[in-house]
């Protein structure tokens, strides 16, 4: 049985990271961190979270390079996926539609809280 409250937050900035792990571990959930897409296929792989928050633009490997590797695999198909980045959806990567994301959300136009409700109702 998958853990509903387990989740990975894949993000390069490190204050945005630590913003996002504080809030969702107040909010009672189990939270793991990734500064870039390769570490966080790693994480994603060892702990199966519920749910990933993704950022698109990072170092080493980035977030739409990730999930589509992430989506290779059997028991990936269905994590919950929310993109969560400041690029505008006009300027998201076109292959982000056959990645199954669930949500598509800019950082800028959204609180904190906004984006544990987000999670809330996708779970």
Not at 8 to 35: C, M, N, P, Q
Not at 73 to 101: C, F, G, H, M, Q
């Amino acid at each position: 049985m998958e853990d509903k409250t387990k989740l990975v937050i894949v993000e390069d900035e490190l204050t945005i990271r630590d913003l996002y792990s504080f809030k969702f571990k107040l909010e009672g959930f189990e939270v793991y961190t990734a500064e870039n897409g390769e570490t966080g296929l790693k994480i994603i792989e060892k702990e199966k979270p519920a749910l990933i928050l993704l950022d698109l633009r990072m170092p080493v490997m980035s977030g739409e390079d990730m999930l589509e590797q992430l989506r290779s695999y059997d028991w990936a198909k269905d994590i919950k996926v929310i993109v969560l980045t400041n690029i505008s959806k006009d300027e998201a990567p076109a292959k982000l539609r056959l990645l199954n994301v669930d949500r598509y959300v800019v950082k800028a136009h959204h609180t904190p809280q906004q984006i544990v409700d987000i999670v809330r109702e996708i779970l």
